[in-house]
């Protein structure tokens, strides 16, 4: 029997509203259930969800803001709100109030700014199971919580970091469509030579 087939969107956005990612576009589309992010580590320690290019920022833009600096940039216009950027603990609190699961897509312009945001949003997260947060689910970061990345090193050290903790989160790699496009990007640039040790290079889809 084939196992039940999961479905998660990764963006949405409801008529009237600026941004993307948001609870009421997915809410009211009918997809409740399951949600992919991009989880981006700034510079003043603050751990952002937003989609760079919805921003119109590079991802290296988006690595040397604060918060306030985020929000200046992207709450263009009059009828912007305050601040237009949720953070991890707001937005991972949220979907676990709403019963939805989470695919976390720790970003970063090279492997090792994202080896630094996946051990900062772990931290974030057992804190937060540390704080009884899911106390009404405690198996919710083991079910219900993945970290994913296209950089082999922050999955690496995520892994590392999570056994030193006795912790338990699924990790999961991001493989690019074609092998020029993990070429291309700093943060899979290792890609080919894991391909290599798995015995897939020829086949890259394989």
Known sequence: MMPEKEIYFSR????????????EA?????YGKAVEVDVFLLRDGNIAILHHKDAGLTQEQIEQMTLDELNLARGVGKNAPERVTPL?????TASFDRDMSLILEIKGSSSESAKQSVKAVL???????DQNVFRDKPTFLKEDVEISSFSVEALECGREFVEQGGRNISLGLLWTS???RAADMEISATAESLALRLGCADNWTQ
């Open 88 to 92: 991890l603990e707001e937005f991972v």
């Open 12 to 23: 949405g956005k409801r008529e009237n509203q600026p941004f993307p990612n948001s609870f």
């Open 178 to 180: 074609v092998k020029e």
């Open 123 to 129: 931290q974030k997260l057992f804190w937060l199971e």
């Open 26 to 30: 997915l809410l009211k589309e009918g």
